[in-house]
T-cell receptor
Framework: GDSVTQMEGPVTLSEEACLTI???????????LFWYVQYPGEGLQLLLK?????DKGSNKGFEATYRKETTSFHLEKGSVQVSDSAVYFC???????????FGQGTTLQVKP | DAGVIQSPRHEVTEMGQEVTLRCKPI?????LFWYRQTMMRGLELLIY????????DSGMPEDRFSAKMPNASFSTLKIQPSEPRDSAVYFC???????????????FGEGSRLTVL
């Protein structure tokens, strides 16, 4: 069935380090792909998205490219900040059903 | 604009009691989702509605769980009777699917943290 697999956390980085969080998916058809972020005590909020192959989503210095050939949507940032500490969720959505399937989440901790 | 509103934010109850969680989606959104988040299982989709009609409830764990959406601005998730393993954060989310562009963005509420003793 449809699923999303993320790299396990927690990921601990120093400020200004490079970040990559891997995400791969299995799906029928051509889903839209998303990264959501959850800050402590809050609900999830959309970070970026891509709706078709080779699209690049970007926001707040984060980027992810929709790779159909490798069924991946890895999240990257060139220089992380302490304020980026949060849980990051990869997800894919079906244009047929309207629902999102989430990965298990990856906790990022950035130390000063 | 008001976002998705959930209540209560925190609920502590004893095993066997009935629990009702409430959600008010964003006005104009036609999809509503209930998710459960735990450390062990992550974020699980329980049920979702389209235009107030339940579309997929395959994620509802047991008959003890039920959800309703009597109108476009209100939904409830009920657990009766509650058990300690139901302890989790329950999120409601809503979205508006724009035709031709696939799945619309989900807007999440702040969640209801349930503790069943």
């Amino acid at each position: 069935g449809d699923s999303v697999t993320q790299m396990e956390g927690p990921v601990t980085l120093s400020e200004e380090a490079c970040l990559t969080i891997n995400c791969t998916y299995t799906a029928t058809g051509y889903p839209s792909l998303f990264w959501y972020v959850q800050y402590p005590g809050e609900g999830l909020q959309l970070l970026l998205k891509a709706t078709k192959a080779d699209d690049k989503g970007s926001n707040k210095g984060f980027e992810a490219t929709y790779r159909k050939e490798t069924t991946s949507f890895h999240l990257e940032k060139g220089s992380v900040q302490v304020s980026d500490s949060a849980v990051y969720f990869c997800a894919h959505g079906s244009s047929n059903t309207g629902k999102l399937i989430f990965g298990q989440g990856t906790t990022l901790q950035v130390k000063p | 604009d008001a976002g998705v509103i959930q209540s209560p934010r925190h609920e502590v109850t004893e095993m066997g009691q009935e629990v009702t969680l409430r959600c008010k989606p964003i006005s104009g959104h036609d999809y509503l989702f209930w998710y459960r988040q735990t450390m062990m299982r992550g974020l699980e989709l329980l049920i979702y509605f389209n235009n107030n009609v339940p579309i997929d409830d395959s994620g509802m764990p047991e008959d003890r769980f039920s959800a309703k959406m009597p109108n476009a601005s209100f939904s409830t998730l009920k657990i009766q009777p509650s058990e300690p393993r139901d302890s989790a954060v329950y999120f409601c989310a809503s979205s508006f699917r724009t035709s031709g562009t696939g799945t619309g963005e989900l807007f999440f509420g702040e969640g209801s943290r349930l503790t069943v003793l």
